[in-house]
């Protein structure tokens, strides 16, 4: 995912009834137990689908399904509606507007014969690159997208389908949505994301298919944002600088005011950088294309300075309050300088909560019965952005990511998935999904 501009919510997160209806749902979720009868079929389940599921995952690395490729994104989604229609699901495609240029959304809904907690699984069909079919290698499957992310969407589908052979599918709610432009959002992403948050709205804990690292579980990512620093000052011969007349030139206050960032603003998840800045008497910024040029005799005070750069940060809470704390450097001007500091929110961050640390005992719980250890929260500054976020930000509902495949290389070339964590991977996240909503 990138750089596109998004005017996400910032909601501060609450605890609404039907959280704390989860929350107590998940309390005995929560106590140790081996396997149960049921588990072990699940499991055995999951085994009997080794060659099967691997054979799925090469059909849909080989559709080569870059962002920007619609028809075969579109084409790899088709792949999926097949797979989730045999399981009892309906399916639809999402359109979203044409001029967004993005295939749209796989949606599939399986209505089941009890309540509780509703699921939301969440995936995507597009990959970054493109170009690399499916080549197996002893323990490792290759190929563009195997770990970012159709095995991870194929995780999801296995245990749902594990869930479905031994009968427990039947009673429980859940709507699967995989996105077809997680990599590059069309804009506004609001707009592309309706249908992921139409569906959050009717669900009561998400559980998000990205890449899992061992012995760790997802319950917060950083959201990002962009800021623009411009910075004034007044022009003139450089041996009246910091005198009352001419001031101390737009260089220095620039200075000033980003050390003063790096050194007032640090705390934990948070973290802003300066990607950019030119400065002098004369200069040219280009938003767009991030390059401009400058102009500064050596006897001359700067009379501007611009500056931008990123912010990443966890919960909507620390994102005001950096926001207001880079104002107020920003207000205090050296004599004779002015400046002026725009900060937005572009990507939404996922905040841990409750509900989603209750969940994250759940997969503890059956990561250790599975005899696969202990499963602990990763350090959200360890993660990037991704699509759970945008149903997660308000906090209303209880969160997981990481429930996918061990891999790496993703984004570049020799991307992988390990073969031999896969139907561990599945088996704990049918189990989870059952302990979740019996
Ligand atoms: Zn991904």
């Known amino acids: 995912m990138?750089?596109?501009?998004?005017?996400a919510p910032l909601a501060a997160p609450r605890l609404s009834s039907a959280s704390l209806c989860v929350l107590a749902l998940l309390a005995a979720g929560t106590a140790h137990a081996a396997p149960s009868a049921v588990e072990k079929r699940i499991a055995a389940a999951v085994d009997r689908r080794t060659d099967a599921a691997l054979e799925l995952l090469a059909e849909t690395v080989n559709v080569q399904s870059a962002t920007e490729n619609l028809a075969s994104v579109r084409a790899v989604g088709d792949i999926y509606a097949r797979e989730f229609r045999a399981l009892g699901f309906e399916t639809r495609w999402v359109e979203v507007p044409a001029e967004m240029k993005r295939a749209g959304h796989f949606v599939a809904t399986h209505r089941g014969k009890r309540g509780g907690p509703r699921l939301l699984l969440i995936g995507h069909l597009d990959t970054v690159?493109?170009?690399e079919p499916f080549r197996r290698d002893g323990n490792r499957a290759y190929g563009t997208g195997s770990s970012d992310m159709k095995g991870g969407n194929l995780v999801a589908l296995e245990a749902l389908r594990a869930l479905q052979a031994t009968g427990e599918l039947r009673a429980m709610n859940v709507t699967v949505v995989f996105t077809g432009d997680e990599e590059d959002p069309g804009s506004p992403q609001l707009v592309t994301r309706e249908s992921l948050l139409a569906a959050a709205a009717d669900?009561?804990?998400?559980?998000?298919f990205e890449g899992s690292a061992p012995g760790k579980g997802v319950i917060g990512r950083r959201g990002i944002g962009s800021w623009r620093l411009h910075?004034?000052?007044v022009q003139g011969h450089s041996s009246g600088v910091f005198g009352d007349t001419r001031g101390f030139g737009a260089i220095f206050e620039a200075a000033r005011i980003?050390?003063?960032?790096?050194?007032?603003?640090r705390e934990p998840n948070l973290t802003y950088n300066p990607s950019v800045i030119v400065g002098g008497t004369n200069v040219s910024y280009d938003t767009a294309t991030k390059s401009g040029t400058a102009l500064g005799k050596t006897n001359v005070i700067p009379r501007e300075v611009r500056v931008e750069g990123d912010l990443r940060y966890l919960g909507a809470a620390q994102f005001e309050a950096a926001r207001a704390?880079?104002?107020a450097i920003v207000a205090a001007s050296l004599p004779q300088t002015s400046a002026e500091i725009v900060v937005e929110n572009e990507y939404p961050s996922m905040a841990p909560n409750p509900g989603s640390e209750r969940i994250l005992g759940v997969l503890d719980a059956v990561s250790r019965d599975l005899g696969a250890g202990p499963v602990v929260a990763q350090p959200p500054i360890e993660r990037g952005a991704g699509d759970i976020a945008f149903v997660c930000g308000d906090g209303r509902l209880a969160c997981l990511d990481g429930l996918g495949t061990d891999g790496d290389n993703d984004h570049a070339p020799g991307e992988y998935?390990?073969?031999?964590s896969l139907p561990l991977q599945v088996k704990?996240?049918?189990?989870?999904?059952?302990r979740l909503t019996r």
Request: glycine letters at 4%; proline letters at 0%.
């Open 2 to 7: 990138t750089n596109a501009r998004v005017t």
């Open 129 to 131: 690159l493109q170009g």
């Open 203 to 208: 669900s009561d804990i998400a559980l998000a």
């Open 231 to 233: 910075v004034t000052g």
């Open 258 to 265: 980003l050390d003063q960032f790096r050194t007032e603003l």
């Open 325 to 327: 704390k880079m104002q």
């Open 417 to 420: 998935v390990l073969l031999d």
């Open 428 to 434: 704990r996240a049918a189990i989870l999904m059952h």
